[in-house]
Every structure is written in structure tokens, then in C-alpha cells.
């Protein structure tokens, strides 16, 4: 068996990944979803031409003489606030209204002055200052014009978008599907947390991990526990998986391995491609699908489980979620000191990345063992280590992908 | 009433917050939360030695002159597979024993060997190979030792923390409290989503902002829709916010402001501090008490609630969690377009920032209006320009703010 590249074998997998349809929710959920409609303005906001200042509204040809030395004096016929229309006549020359910031421009009226501008007493304004036409009237419209795209398709939905749908009063929103994705680990010597730590056993790492990132990534995990190895229980849980958009399974992908888990895979998988992806960690992956539902087999070593899930499972849920950016950010940081390895495998080292003044440094963590997760808890990011090269100087330029 | 600075109004804000105490929930919802306690491992990891590879425990000194063409000749007198001890005597001088990747290593073996480097022939194995002692054997302990401190307490949880922390056998964690916030809207002006849309009313997009902006803080936001200008509306909507931790109310902070919001909030908070902060959007601010209830009163212009929210609450809602990291992130950035104001404010654009090969680069959003959150919603950071600069010219670099 070849090795197979990671984009190779990304670009596979996503062939196979489909989009999960939208569903419309209640606004208020939106946030962190995918958007799946063009968010249209359905009216003009501000609906109608108002004031930007509190003030008088007045007619301008009324003040155009006007100065604090000889101010024109007009007539107080009446008072709007926000949220409420003036009542009686249109304005007539000589008059002015009392008006409040955001409240519309009564008919007749085309200028407000400020307030600091004027003196009162009562029904008698004196207007110390000219207006110019349109003067602190905001246009209908100004915001958001009726029939405007205010938050395209495809949008990841953040706090301001949220506020954008309801500006143009949208309370249901169609967004992306989340998937549910069944999370099984493997191996009679993965011990569970409610079971009593006994003899060789290890905890079940993987499958609080994989939940989690399924979290992150914008699916709903359900965690299956531990399928022993025996057929049976192999293939039960792979049944109650098969009640998921996606299965990932960790454990028993790798070559030479004895345990059922390939062979179970190679049972009920109509189409089980078993690959040697040319990284480290985390060189054995299984994909395929099981009927139309697609099913990782990730490898068992802790590390290398985290990893392939952000090279391969988290670019599939945000693809089945509706999202168009479906590879993790990536920028550039500067190596704090020289690494090296072997040519052929493209290595994904657990690093701090920090910005420091003008420009990211990335230092990678201790110990990259695919077994010892303790480097990548502490790591915020993996530095791309390329396939071919061998060595990697301090001070450099590397490629830095960020952990959500 | 003088300008206060935007970091002298959070440091006096900070200093009336506090953290809410900790609280112990089920390790698979802790993503995202805080840390409240040292993560230490209670046992090793591995609990015992146990072997890198598939193939035989042997002695080494069996073997030392093994090689292709002088093969040693051991009995192998069983089996043992990850998971499981072995049984029977400890393993003696000319014995070997079938090991798998992960079982523990037999009493009396030191060494294993490849199953590569071995030809079987029912339960004789020819080593074709010399083995050193301790070769292919991980230690108990390798990955984590018994005491160790895994997760320090004040980390913001990701799925490989949850993975650490299943792997030393935790499933009960204690983290940070997550605040309740009261988020309350003022203005007659303001209709909500399910209210008909009539005369010059604008929808409240404040509301389901400032309610989105919170829970990504931390915080549980409790939406206790519009108040209206009514001292009666008024004073019975901030009595339900007082059953919060926290209240965020928007609109009627302006100073010269008609409505009743500021009146209502001096009549029940103790001692309520109403600022003009030297920043734009967001001068008017208001920040106090009300019995231990901090509240904070944002301007009713959305992109103003919005920064406003940014600025101060954000970071309050963080401490309240218990994280020591209270500010967004910032980053350097170069500017693409020559940018602008008068001095005297702190300047925070709605702006679009990317990574574009060897750095980021910023562009302001286009019209930067109080009013207007189409900017805010396209942008993904907040570009600051800071209180005394007039201009910042095309390609300089500037601090840009990263929303979450």
C-alpha cells in the first residue's frame, strides 16, 4: 500500500460530502450557524426621513437671514418624539415643530436645527443660526435601502449579523443542517470514566476529544462508548451508528492491526478505501460509506486521532453545514528554533503560536509522541512541517494552522 | 462632564466586577468554559510498561547474537494483548512471548522485538535480529506521571484539554460560573419582531445583538424585550433584571437624552456613573449598581451598542467566568487605504481584516455611521485609530481588534 498525500486524501474524502440541507430556526439560535438565504431588506431603515439631532424642524428659506445677532423668530406649533408621527396641518411658513433625535420629519418641514442653536420661550423660538436644506434629517433608507442584501448566503453568523436580521425583522432563519455524528472508540484496553481503573487499562481519551472537536466544528456528536473487540459488539455499535449523518470511529485502522475493527468496516462498508496518508501523526485512515452515511476509521494514539480529525473530519462537517471555508485558518509565523525530520511524510507538530509586535512566532511544544496529548492541550495551533523537507531553520517562515 | 478615556472607564468597570465562583458539570460540557481547578494526574499514563509494537517479549541477552544469517531459536510460550496481563510464570531465558502494541510487558521480558525481524513456525520463533534492552518498550509514565499537573486552572477549555482530562480520569470539572444577563431595550420608537411593523417605528436589532454578543462572551442572556418610555414600563423591567447577575440596557444614555431610562436608572442604582467616553461610535455610557447587580446602560445606536458592548462588557463578562485573559485579541495590520478624524476620540472602524501572505492586512468597511450596522456586520475586527491621530496613511500598520 502507497502512501496517499493529505490533500489527496482531503480532497477524496470531500468529493464524497454532501451538504446537509437547511433548516429554518428561530434567530435567536443563529448564532455560530451558516446562513442558507440571502437576507433581503423587506422596508427602507430608517423607514422614513427623521431627525438626527433633538431640535426644531423648520422650514429653511424661513432662517436663511438667521444669526445669533439678528435671529428670525418662529411660532411652536407642536412636539413629535421618536416612535410617534406629528398630527394637524403640514408646516407652514413661520412655524417650526419640536422635534426629537430619530422622530420623522413632519410634512412641510425640510431642515432641523439643533437645539443649541435656538432660544424658547414659550410658543416663541428664536433661531440663532441658518439651516441648510436636508440639515440634520437623516433619509429614509440612509441604513439599508428596501430590496438591499444585508447578509449574503453562506455567512458564518456573528453577533452583528444577528442584529442586521432583525433591523430588517427576520425571526426565522434558514441555516444549514447541523449533522449528528456518532463517535465509537475501540480496544479492550480503553476503560471508560465511570469504569474502575483496573490492570493495563487506559481512559478513553478519544471519544470526549472527537466530541468535542464534532462540537466545534458544528455537528451534533453522540457518543457510542467503547465497542469491545468482538464482532458482535463491533457490529452493534456500528448499527446504532448508522442512525447518524457520519460515523467516526478511532482505533484498529492500522496495518498489521488484529483487531475486527477493519474487518467489520470491510463487512458492512459498501466501499472502505484504507489509507496510508503520508503525515505524522496519524498515518492509517479509513473512509468510506456505510449505505449513503459516510464513516472515518481514525487511528487510536491520541494525537493522532486530534489531528486527523482537523485535517479531514472537521473540512467534511462544515462542508455538510453549508460553509464554503472549509480548511482551518492558516498564516505565517516565524520558527523560534530549528526542527527537523525525515523527507516523505508531512508532520503536524503541536505549537504555541503567539503575535508578538509585528508578526506571529510559533514555538512547537515539547514532546510530538502520537501517544502524549499533553503537547497538543497545550498547543493552540499545528505548524505544517512539508512532506519533503528535512530541516527547518530558527527564524524562519512556517505555515501555522489555528486550533478553533 | 469631561471625556473619560476608554481604558480608564474599563479599569474603573473591571474593578467593580467579579468572578461568580466555580461550579462542577459533566466533563463533555465544558468546551469553551473556564478552567476553574489544576487538572493533576492520579495514576500514570501509561499504567504500566508496555509495548510499542506487535511482535515478542524476550530477554535481551537471548538474543544478543541474533542476526538474518544466525537466527536464535526461542519457545513461545503465549499471548498477551492490549488490555490484558499476562499469565502464568514470569517468562524465562529461551521464552518469548506473542506481544501487541499497548499489552503490558510480561514479568521477566526486557526487550521486544519487531514482528518483522521473526519467522514462527508454531511455537518456535526464529529472531532474526538482536534486541536491546528496553527496545521497543514505552514506560509507565511515558506520557503523564502520577502528580502531574495536566491542565493548569484558568485555561479556556478545547476538545484536547477534554481529551487530557478523560485521559487522567476526570469526568467531573469544575469551571467558571456562567453569568445570567438581562438584556433590556428602551424606546417607543423600537418595535420587536413579533409586533407589526407601523408609522416610523425601526426594528430592535439591539436586543438579539447585545443577546448574541453575550452568550459568546460567556454569558446566558435573558432578552426581556422593550421597555417604553413610561417610568412604570421602566421601573418593572429593570425589577425583573435585578434577578440577573449582570443588566445590559441600550438607548436613552444620551446626554440632553428626553426619555427616562437615565432618570429610572439614578432613581435605583446606588451610585451610577454616566460617562461621554472619548471613543467613536460609543461616547454616552452608563455604569453602576444596583444592590450587587452590576449595569451597564449602552447607547441606543446599534453600531455604538455594539462597540460599546466590545469595549467593556465583554471583558466584564469574561471576568465574571473567571478568565484572566479579559481583551480581545489584537493584532497588527496594514492599512489599505489612507484613513481620517479629528483628534480627541478613540476611533473603533468597522473593518475586514486578512491574512494575505506574509501579514494582515486591514480595510475599513464603508460608511462608518452610528446608525448603520451593515459595516459592522461585514466586518470581522475593529480597527483602532487612536485618540489623538488625525491620519493614518496607506500601508502604515495599525492595531486591529479581532472579534470573536
Known amino acids: 500500500m502507497s502512501l496517499i498525500k493529505v490533500d489527496e486524501a482531503r480532497e477524496i474524502i470531500l468529493s464524497r460530502i454532501q451538504f446537509m440541507g437547511a433548516e429554518k430556526i428561530p434567530l435567536t439560535e443563529t448564532l455560530g450557524r451558516v446562513l442558507c438565504e440571502d437576507i433581503i431588506a423587506r422596508r427602507n431603515n430608517p423607514p422614513m426621513d427623521n431627525s438626527a439631532m433633538d431640535g426644531y424642524a423648520l422650514i429653511a428659506e424661513d432662517v436663511k437671514t438667521a444669526s445669533p445677532e439678528n435671529p428670525v423668530i418662529l411660532q411652536v406649533v407642536g412636539e413629535v418624539a421618536a416612535g410617534y408621527t406629528a398630527t ?128 466545534s466544528a458544528g455537528g451534533i456528536p453522540h457518543y457510542l462508548g467503547i465497542a469491545r473487540d468482538t464482532e458482535e459488539d463491533l457490529m452493534e455499535k456500528f448499527r446504532w451508528a448508522l442512525q447518524c449523518d457520519l460515523i467516526v470511529s478511532s482505533g484498529g485502522v492500522s496495518v498489521g492491526d488484529y483487531d475486527l475493527v477493519k474487518a467489520s468496516l470491510k463487512k458492512i462498508g459498501q466501499e472502505m478505501l484504507f489509507w496510508k496518508v503520508a503525515m505524522k501523526p496519524g498515518k492509517p485512515l479509513a473512509f468510506g460509506q456505510i449505505g449513503d452515511t459516510p464513516i472515518f476509521g481514525l487511528p487510536g494514539n491520541p494525537v493522532s486521532s486530534f489531528v486527523s480529525f482537523e485535517q479531514f473530519v472537521r473540512p467534511s462537517i462544515r462542508k455538510m453545514t453549508g460553509r464554503d471555508d472549509l480548511l482551518s485558518t492558516c498564516v505565517q509565523a516565524k520558527l523560534t528554533h530549528s526542527v527537523s525530520k525525515k523527507a516523505g511524510r508531512q508532520h503536524f507538530l503541536s505549537a504555541r503560536t503567539v503575535w508578538e509586535k509585528d508578526g506571529y512566532i510559533v514555538t512547537p511544544e515539547g514532546a510530538q509522541g502520537s501517544g502524549i496529548l499533553k503537547s497538543a492541550a497545550q498547543a493552540n495551533s499545528l505548524m505544517i512541517f512539508p512532506l519533503e523537507a528535512t530541516d527547518l531553520a530558527e527564524g524562519e517562515q512556517v505555515t501555522v494552522q489555528l486550533l478553533e
Open 88 to 215: 394637524g396641518e403640514p408646516l407652514k411658513s413661520g412655524q417650526a415643530l419640536r422635534i426629537m433625535t430619530g422622530a420623522p420629519i413632519p410634512p412641510g418641514a425640510n431642515a432641523v436645527i439643533m437645539q443649541e442653536d435656538t432660544e424658547r420661550d414659550g410658543d416663541r423660538l428664536l433661531v440663532k443660526d441658518m439651516a441648510e436644506v436636508d440639515e440634520n434629517i437623516r433619509e429614509a433608507g440612509e441604513d439599508v435601502k428596501v430590496g438591499e442584501l444585508v447578509v449574503p448566503k453562506g455567512t458564518v453568523i456573528r453577533p452583528a449579523h444577528i442584529g442586521m436580521m432583525a433591523t430588517v425583522g427576520r425571526s426565522q432563519i434558514f441555516v444549514g443542517r447541523r449533522p449528528t455524528v456518532a463517535v465509537l472508540s475501540t480496544g479492550d484496553e480503553i476503560l471508560d470514566l465511570d469504569d474502575q481503573p483496573e490492570g493495563p487499562c487506559i481512559y478513553n481519551s478519544n471519544g470526549y476529544m472527537l466530541s468535542a472537536q464534532i462540537r
